[in-house]
């Protein structure tokens, strides 16, 4: 089918996943988008490790919450409405600190879908 009517909430948690993600390019089967919702509790944080894209560029809009974002460069702090650009071979991990008052809500999008995640270690 060419088109997808979804609502996020009534699909599956991604299992074994570092907070609620809901992968809408999955639900839709999409081929080159990545689409998913997030919701991190304080102390949770958006991806699996600190990482990069070799080409991937990625997008996350804060629909409520505060996101901070830990890069190589500095540690950005995305309010509600905004949006955080990753650009491909740029380190980032996107969380909710743990002294947090209140979750995050995230859509974040990236293409292409098939470029993987390297983990980024922060000390090298």
């Given at each position: 089918?060419?088109?997808?009517?979804?609502?996020?909430?009534?699909?599956?948690?991604?299992p074994?996943?570092?907070c609620?993600?809901?992968?809408?390019?999955?639900?839709?089967?999409?081929?080159?988008?990545?689409?998913?919702?997030?919701?991190?509790?304080?102390?949770?944080?958006?991806?699996?490790?600190?990482?990069?894209?070799?080409?991937?560029?990625?997008?996350?809009?804060?629909?409520?919450?505060?996101?901070?974002?830990?890069?190589?460069?500095?540690?950005?702090?995305?309010?509600?409405?905004?949006?955080?650009?990753?650009?491909?071979?740029?380190?980032?991990?996107?969380?909710?600190p743990?002294?947090a008052?209140?979750?995050?809500?995230?859509?974040?999008?990236?293409?292409?879908?098939?470029?993987?995640?390297?983990?980024?270690?922060?000390?090298?």
């Amino acid at each position: 089918m060419p088109y997808h009517h979804l609502d996020p909430d009534d699909l599956d948690k991604t299992p074994d996943y570092p907070c609620d993600r809901r992968g809408v390019s999955d639900a839709a089967e999409l081929a080159a988008l990545y689409l998913a919702t997030y919701e991190m509790e304080p102390g949770e944080q958006l991806p699996r490790v600190y990482h990069y894209h070799d080409r991937r560029e990625e997008a996350f809009y804060v629909i409520s919450g505060t996101l901070h974002v830990e890069t190589s460069e500095a540690e950005y702090v995305v309010e509600s409405g905004e949006v955080f650009v990753a650009e491909p071979e740029s380190p980032h991990r996107a969380y909710n600190p743990a002294d947090a008052d209140a979750s995050v809500r995230v859509l974040g999008t990236g293409a292409p879908k098939s470029d993987i995640a390297h983990p980024y270690d922060p000390e090298r």
